[in-house]
């Protein structure tokens, strides 16, 4: 867009500007990611989605919100801040600024999400199937404590390896051992052939670990709980079989990677032509064995990249089932209408990490940019499990006691002993017996009904 169609509007502002949208990865030093003090320059729709991106919206200390109300004009829209005082933002052509400087961040916040779900059509979930708003398992952070067991120097166990039929059914006799209730039960990475390459753009379970998938769905299905599957969708490996027989599914390289290997390398999907069959040909065969939720990761990437690939794939899943729950890791107004379930994403209980805020700041971002969306609340005890104790895991348990969302159990308690086996335990049964408050309320739209 060229600056003869641009509009420059100035408005004074105080720092530290919180900037939702940005969620570069964590520094270091401690400083929470998503607060900016220094000059900056930002296109909140092209920077990378990374973990928990959320809506191009500005906030500043006393409460002024600005936001774009739309994606017409992406590549030219952006926020400035000059490090003093004074904020520049671009507004292309067709594009809208939210403005509101009564200092009520909340309010602010709702009716920017009401304006721009009224523009894009989208209503708030309200009864969504049942099973869209259980509490949930999943068996990442388990898989990862499983293999650091067994790992030597003479014999590493990688995280992928321990996925298999009877790690799930050994999984699902916990959960039954320690009484908690059923829910959704999610096979995270590790499930197919190829896990840690040519695997992605394929999607094949691997028959070594799973002899018959549909047998481990019904497994899950016949002890009470909805069979979910993990894909890491955007991305694509040049090797896969979907690659060799589409090159054109072959898009654009990581922000991480600029110019991967041309055989070796990761790459993420074009918007192309055939997008539309390849979605279908990955979910479809799925859904038909009985697996209801697909948990979408890796949309590590542009994020208006991302969305284009959200939208046709979610598109898809409904028209093949609209029943079929769809998660993603993208918190962005314009990003979650294309999905039923946000989640908070990969939260790293570490000692060299400030991971209480950085949990509440996820939370934060999820809740205010999922509007009429459900949140899941990742895993109980963070996604790392190498520094975690007991008092870590009691400590992250009791953030979940207040706010909107569904629990994940990933890491399995026992680990730790017997009062997290039963403070979890009490946790997932009071959210079963209770309202299932799960669905951001972040708005002010009449819902459909």
């Known amino acids: 867009m060229s600056s003869e169609h641009s509009e420059q509007k100035t408005f004074s502002v105080a720092a530290p500007l919180y900037c939702p949208y940005l969620n570069f990865e964590v520094r270091y030093q401690g400083s929470i990611d998503y607060h900016q003090h220094l000059p900056f320059s930002h296109n909140p729709f092209t920077l990378p989605a990374l973990g928990c991106s959320g809506s191009p919206v500005l906030i500043d200390k006393e409460g002024r919100f600005f936001g774009f109300l739309s994606q017409t ?12 005082g004074e904020l520049t933002v671009c507004v292309p052509e067709g594009q809208e600024l939210f403005v509101d400087e009564s200092g009520d961040r909340e309010r602010a916040w709702r009716k920017y999400n009401t304006e721009v779900m009224r523009r894009i059509g989208m209503q708030p979930l309200v009864d969504p199937p049942s099973f869209w708003a259980d509490l949930e398992y999943c068996t990442w952070v388990e898989q990862g404590y499983i293999a650091r067991k067994h790992t030597s120097k003479a014999k590493p166990v990688n995280t992928h390896d321990v996925l298999t039929h009877s790690f799930v059914a050994d999984y699902l006799d916990k959960i039954e051992e320690f009484g908690y209730p059923p829910g959704k039960f999610t096979l995270d990475h590790g499930w197919g052939i190829g896990s840690r390459g040519s695997g992605f753009g394929s999607w094949t379970p691997d028959p070594a670990k799973f002899p018959d998938f549909r047998d481990t769905a019904k497994l899950i299905a016949g002890r009470g709980f909805t069979p979910g599957l993990w894909l890491g969708f955007p991305k694509i490996h040049p090797q896969s079989e979907a ?9 654009t390289a990581s922000f991480l990677d600029a110019e991967p290997n041309q055989e070796s390398g990761m790459w993420y999907l074009a918007d192309c032509p055939s997008l539309e069959a390849y979605c279908r040909e990955t979910l479809e065969p799925y859904r038909e064995m009985g697996y209801r939720k697909f948990k979408i990761d890796m949309s590590y990437n542009y994020k208006h990249e991302m969305i284009r690939i959200h939208r046709v794939l979610y598109r898809v899943a409904k028209a093949i089932d609209p029943g079929i729950e769809m998660e993603f890791h993208v918190p962005d107004i314009f990003a979650m209408q294309y999905g039923d379930v946000i989640r908070t994403n990969d939260i790293w209980a570490t000692p060299f990490l400030p991971w209480k805020e950085l949990t509440l700041e996820r939370y934060e971002v999820c809740y205010h940019s999922s509007a009429g969306r459900i949140i899941n609340r990742d895993h109980i005890a963070g ?3 190498i520094y975690t104790t007991e008092k870590v895991f009691l400590d992250h348990l009791a953030m979940y006691e207040r706010g909107i969302g569904y629990p994940v159990v990933s890491l399995l308690p026992h680990h730790y002993g017997t009062r997290c086996v039963e403070e979890t335990g009490r946790l997932l049964w009071q959210y079963a017996h209770g309202s299932k408050a799960c669905i951001s309320p972040c708005h002010e739209c009449s819902p459909a009904r």
């Open 383 to 385: 996604n790392h499990h």
């Open 73 to 84: 004009g992406f590549e030219g829209s952006t926020f400035a801040f000059d490090g003093f």
């Open 243 to 251: 690659a060799k027989r589409r090159p054109e599914l072959r898009g």
